[in-house]
């Protein structure tokens, strides 16, 4: 069974400008969660999706925005890229998210550089 | 969710247990206790959870203490792929929506 998906693997980008981000979570799998990793830092959460609807959402500026598909795949977007935005974005999926006792399963991640 | 205090790193040898350590003084009645971590160049993984008992899963052990503010994740024979960074992660039970709370975790080392 495929894992989670993430695309593009790496992306360079300048100041201002802004990102898609997409993931395509485990089949079966209704729920998708973002976090941004920088470097030297454990994951910090961004967003919750569960049925195209935002559930939960990080302490993370105006910037990030993201939206879940029919299909349950996701894109996250942010805006006017900053420096500080240069992290590895990861996704993770689980079946539906509500309990905490749900194992969430994390893609590869998506390495973006802000120059 | 409450706050975990876990050494920075840890070293230790290929084919010996490992006891990560994790200190949850705060934690509430409704906690989880979860541990996952982290390969080098690859997202998260879950390795275990529990609420009150010691559990046991193929990964892992995770030994609670009696009183819940601390715990332990137990490496049985440890192999040079469990080198990583390890996150103990407190989720209230109706805390789903709310995401996964990382600290910085131990960095294990293994030594051939």
């Known amino acids: 069974d495929a894992g989670v998906t993430q695309s593009p693997t790496h992306l360079i980008k300048t100041r201002g400008q802004h990102v898609t981000l997409r993931c395509s979570p485990i089949?079966?799998?209704?729920?998708v969660s973002w976090y941004q990793q920088v470097l030297g830092q454990g994951p910090q959460f961004i967003f919750q999706y569960y049925e195209k609807e935002e559930r939960g959402r990080g302490n993370f500026p105006d910037r990030f925005s993201a939206r879940q598909f029919p299909n349950y795949s996701s894109e996250l977007n942010v805006n006017a890229l900053l420096l500080g935005d240069s992290a590895l974005y990861l996704c993770?999926?689980?079946?539906?998210?509500?309990?905490?006792?749900?194992?969430?399963?994390f893609g590869p991640g998506t390495r973006l550089t802000v120059l | 969710d409450a706050k975990t205090t876990q050494p920075n790193s840890m070293e230790s040898n290929e084919e010996e247990p490992v006891h990560l350590p994790c200190n949850h003084s705060t934690i509430s009645g409704t906690d989880y206790i979860h541990w996952y971590r982290q390969l080098p160049s690859q997202g998260p993984e879950y390795v275990i959870h529990g609420l009150t008992s010691n559990v046991n899963n193929r990964m892992a052990s995770l030994a609670i203490a009696e009183d819940r503010k601390s715990s332990t994740l137990i490496l049985h024979r440890a192999t040079l792929r469990d080198a990583a960074v390890y996150y103990c992660i407190l989720r209230d039970a109706g805390g789903g929506a709310d995401g996964l709370t990382f600290g910085k975790g131990t960095h294990l080392i293994i030594q051939p």
């Open positions: 993770a999926s689980s079946l539906e998210g509500a309990r905490s006792t749900d194992t969430q399963y």
């Open positions: 089949s079966g799998h209704k729920s």
